[in-house]
């Protein structure tokens, strides 16, 4: 019997004064890359922050490496996140005032794992960062902080790593060079990569698609 890195089942929520969204049923296996592709306003932001346990449903259940999120109290479910997945988000988000090399630091204590330099170097090496471990983010430029995203998201090798839009407003040889990269970290970090977008130059990528309407 498999065990998948997501499955989802009946899921809807409801926003202020609004109507409820209803999404399809989710069910991704371990290394099949999946896309969910939708226009502006169909729901893809949400779906990801319910995934990712950041949003609470209206109704149904998710679960993530089998783990049923409504079952986790928000401090269990704040530790579930650090050690089981990733987030790239549309900005990078690292704290300002520390650097590189203490950001990604950071996301290791936050899972309750030990302090792992060398692994930290290898994947900043990978990523062409290791030379900028001491720069502080308004340092680096965007390419660099998009890089530095990916760094801080697959350090602690996570089951499912979400990407959020992350070739928005870029040309399509920078749309494929991430793509390579996010494909490649993930594979790496033996992550099953997720991506919520309206990109439809690289729906030809993935071969497990959910498309929102």
Excluded at 40 to 68: A, M, P, R, W, Y
Excluded at 167 to 184: G, K, W
């Amino acid at each position: 019997m498999s065990n998948p890195i997501v499955s989802t089942e009946q899921l809807s929520f409801r926003y202020i004064n609004a109507n409820s969204i209803e999404f399809p049923d989710i069910h991704i296996e371990k290394g099949e890359h999946t896309l969910l592709l939708g226009d502006s306003g169909t729901g893809k932001t949400t779906l990801l922050n319910i995934l990712g346990g950041l949003s609470k449903t209206e109704t149904g259940h998710v679960k993530i490496n089998g783990q049923d999120l409504s079952l986790l109290s928000n401090s269990k479910l704040d530790q579930f996140r650090s050690q089981y997945i990733g987030f790239i988000f549309q900005e990078a988000h690292m704290l300002k005032n520390l650097t590189l090399m203490e950001n990604i630091k950071l996301a290791q204590s936050l899972a309750g794992k030990k302090i792992d330099i060398n692994a930290i170097h290898a994947v900043l090496t990978q990523l062409q960062l290791d030379h900028k471990t001491a720069a502080y983010p308004n340092e680096l430029s965007r390419g660099q902080l998009q890089r530095a995203a990916i760094a801080r998201s697959v350090i602690n090798k996570p089951a499912l790593l979400i990407a959020d839009e992350p070739t928005a407003a870029l040309d399509d040889n920078n749309t494929n060079r991430v793509l390579e990269l996010l494909l490649h970290m993930a594979d790496t970090a033996g992550s099953t990569l997720l991506i919520t977008t309206h990109d439809k130059r690289i729906k030809d990528r993935f071969s497990k698609m959910y498309l929102l309407t």
